[in-house]
């Protein structure tokens, strides 16, 4: 630690921001990696953020969009004032308010609405800021109010609903111990662009001998630099995980002993993978049996054998049995019981974490009325189909951290809900996204160096504290202070709700949890970070948080909700096996991953970073092509039933035949017709989890009429 870091600390411990200082803060956006970061403050101005050098898993390097976090937090474009609408919806016209206009307005509002049915309000919110304060102080307002649930679905929650009932929570192998894996497979990951820092670990291995396989249907900057590429169908790595495992069987490649102490179900799941033969494996997935068997080979042979399951491969109908499927492998063959084995999808469930605390759901008017009774829930995946439900209509919605119109599926749907003229929208953000030209009240949000916060990591196992480092620009508020001002104003006297940041982020964690070893918030702050305090090889003799402390492939959990309690496959919702009518018509499968210089939507607007991207583009295979006549740099539509948006056309063998790749999330007002990806996606959910299924879609290529 250098003494500027120490001498800006001191200030910023005093409650004052110092001029010119180094300021220790945390990479807010929903990325694994949470990198710990070093703002330059000179003359209370910003003009550098760089990535810790102290930080293990930082390193010093931060990916090329966090490295124009200045640029983005002083873009002319940044929202300062509040504004009320004055053009139809949609239209982006708005004029200046005060503070207290727009929130007496709000508070108004939602008390009229809530003295008829809480349940009317909704607030939208998921990752613009992964930080406990910012990210999930503000539920505490809508618990207070009574207003409905937000089921957080559109990211990862068949995933990690998967690991729940597999390994019992989101826990996995420290990423930093990949670095002496000798095999790492890389599943349904594009690590080069979201996950680099694990990137870089997976590259010392390679230096160190180690041998890297990536199962992905498109050869992504990742693939092209690992030893193999398994171009797998999308949708169907649970088929692919059972020829895997039918394979080591067959083989005696199994940890037997591994299997009968530390796991349950082992034999109604073999049972299951016998009907997966080589030859039948291979038709499914469209790939060669050589490479199951190969795989299985070095799967069931080189230790210790590590996996970097990613979220690209549980975006489809059986996303949340594939999850539990792979999160199942390392246990066949006894991987965990090397500290550079066994798989990681998140680390979030090693955290010591109080949720309750934190959100405070004893609030809840309607629980505190009847202890079994909650709000409704709503599904932020199907926000398009909730903003049109006519029986008990959503009348007002409050939008923070979160650019839906953009990123949920089926936009025209989004659109049309949020369109509606009977809808009070409020939108809080930085910029003047697709959503907030929605909003009857726009309200302007400090970024993450303006305000404090504290972050846990999905990726790693370290505490990061983010502080703020100027002052926020314009009149910009954070989301807690601005839910603090609107409970005053709804008259509650709750003290939860009123508290600040520092005691917010104290609430959010157990200190006392040994994993923490003696850490308090106050010398938490002092050092930046701090790594928990967790085995290296945390299952090397089982120990599973399930019931039963095993890997449990088979779920009495599963079955007492009378679903499977064992992993299966489930072919995706829209192909050529399940739908082939439909597959008639639109015989391409659209994926639609994050582009490497935005994240999510955001960045989007940040002209040097949209200047590397160019344009929307759609990725399609030399034979496609050449059956629709296309060439290189067409002018191209990607469409189905549910919509169309425009696309430039890459011709490249890195995609398979019959997959089309459309890289994510423009905003729709920046691309070429309004629409990006989100047009042709749909809404139904996935198996486990009920989450969006965004990689489940089946489109066609032409030219625009
Ligand atoms: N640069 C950048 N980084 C990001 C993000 C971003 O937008 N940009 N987003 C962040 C967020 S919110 C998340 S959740 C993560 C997402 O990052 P990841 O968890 O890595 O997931 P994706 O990027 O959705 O997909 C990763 C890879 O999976 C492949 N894939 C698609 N379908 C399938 C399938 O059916 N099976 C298999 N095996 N592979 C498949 C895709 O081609 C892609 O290369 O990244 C975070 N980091
Ligand atoms: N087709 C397709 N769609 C997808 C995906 C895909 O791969 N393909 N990926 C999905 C995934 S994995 C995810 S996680 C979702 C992401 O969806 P979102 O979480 O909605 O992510 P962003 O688009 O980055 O929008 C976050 C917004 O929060 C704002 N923000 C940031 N910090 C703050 C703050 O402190 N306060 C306030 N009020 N606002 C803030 C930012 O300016 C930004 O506009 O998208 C999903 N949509
Ligand atoms: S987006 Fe990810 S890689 Fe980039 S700075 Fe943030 S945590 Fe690090
Ligand atoms: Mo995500």
Redesign the pocket.
Known sequence: MNQGHDVAIAVQLDGKLALDAEVKGAC?H?CPDTCALVSTVASGRVVKVSGSKDHPSTAGVLCTKVSRYAERTYSADRLKTPMRRIGPKGSGRFVPISWDEALDEIAIKLKSIAARDPEAILPYN????MGYV?GEFPQRFFHKLGASLLDKT??ASAGSTGLLYTLGASVGMDVERFVDSKLIIIWGSNAIASNLHFWSLAQEAKRRGAKLIAIDPFKSDTALKCHEHIAIRPGTDAALAFGVIRELRQHGWLDQSYIDRHTLGSDLLFERAQSFTLERTAEICGISESQIASLARDYGSIKPAAIRLN?GMQ?VRGGGNAARLIAGLPALIGAWRHPAGGMLLSSSGHFPGNPAGLSRPDLIPQLRASPSRLPRTINMSTIGDALLQTDQAIEAVIV?????L??A?ESAKVRSGFAREDLFTVV????Q?DTADYADILLP???QLEHFDLHKSYGHRYLVVNEAAISPIGSAR??ASIFRDLAKRMGWDEACLFEDDVTIAQSAIHWSDPRLAGMDLQSLRQQGWCKLAIDDAPFAQGHFPTPSGKVEFYSQRLADQGLDPLPDYLAPYESAESTPELAARYPLAMI???ARNF????FVNVQSLRSIEGEQTCVMHPDDAFERKLVEGDLVSIHNDRGSLHARLHISDRTRQGLVVGF??WWQKLTLNGNN??AV?HQRLTDLGRA?S?YDCLVEVSRPD
């Open positions: 807010p929903d998921y990752a613009g800021t910012q559109i990211c979220y975006r923070y951290n979160a650019n839906p953009a990123v599926p809080i953000e930085q910029f996204t949000a400090t970024t954070s989301n639609s991953p994050p994240l999510n939507s955001s994510g999330i990806v989100n996606t969006a965004f």
